[in-house]
């Protein structure tokens, strides 16, 4: 099946520092999430991004499909970032609906 | 986008029995989706929740274990079956919005003594 790694594992900022977050996949996709899971545990999509770029206020994420990687940009960081990042991906051998999750990168935010 | 309920948020049982975990969208949805992920872990894929037909284990999965149902397009169970200590973990349930984006619920925290 299709490899997610994500980098950094941890990465521990100040608040106000931007930062982003890499995601490298082994084979080609048809289906890319990157998810924010809150220390609380629940899980947030943030973006659905197959290919191309897109931004939501001090996020974005831009998918580079033909070289199998994706990057998630945080600008401006605040201590409401803090958690665990996931990427997720579907191949185009299954339908695409079925997700293989990265290992996540945790992220931490301080005053 | 879809709201997920899922319920019991947690629970404790004892080895050898059952729990059954419910998820409830609020509107229907063509893809549902049962997650496993371990303390400290990653999400693992359990199954697809198929409406009206068995659902598809991933591979290290299977039905007597993980019995699921999903009698119609917004709701859906999974059960885990004979509880050892190694099935703690929390329990996910997702589903798939109109616009592809998967949604989750807020998770079902089993400890098993």
């Known amino acids: 099946g299709i490899q997610v790694e994500q980098s950094p594992p941890d990465l521990i900022l100040q608040e106000g520092a931007n930062s982003t977050l890499r995601c490298n996949f082994s084979?080609?996709?048809?289906?890319l999430q990157w998810f924010h899971q809150n220390p609380w545990g629940q899980l947030i999509n943030l973006f659905y991004?197959?290919?191309g770029t897109k931004q939501n206020g001090r996020l974005s994420a831009t998918t580079v499909a033909t070289e199998r990687y994706s990057l998630l940009y945080i600008s401006s960081s605040q201590t409401t970032d803090s958690g665990v990042y996931f990427c997720?991906?579907?191949?185009?051998?299954?339908?695409?609906?079925?997700?293989?999750f990265g290992e996540g990168t945790q992220l931490t935010v301080n005053p | 986008s879809a709201v997920i309920s899922q319920k019991p948020s947690r629970d404790i049982c004892q080895r050898g029995t059952s729990l059954t975990i419910q998820c409830q969208v609020d509107?229907?949805?063509?893809?549902m989706f049962w997650y496993r992920q371990q303390p400290g872990q990653s999400l693992t894929l359990i199954a697809t929740?198929?409406?009206?037909?068995?659902?598809?284990?991933e591979s290290g999965f299977v039905i007597d274990k993980f019995p699921i149902s999903r009698p119609n397009l917004t709701f859906s169970t999974l059960t885990v079956s004979n509880l050892s200590p190694e099935d703690s973990s929390i329990y996910l349930c997702?589903?798939?919005?109109?616009?592809?984006?998967?949604?989750f619920g807020s998770g079902t925290q089993l400890s098993v003594l």
């Open positions: 997702s589903a798939q919005g109109a616009d592809e984006k998967l949604f």
């Open positions: 084979d080609s996709v048809n289906n």
């Open positions: 991004i197959p290919s």
């Open positions: 509107s229907q949805v063509t893809m």
């Open positions: 929740a198929n409406q009206g037909s068995e659902a598809t284990y």
């Open positions: 997720a991906v579907g191949g185009r051998e299954t339908s695409g609906s079925r997700l293989t």
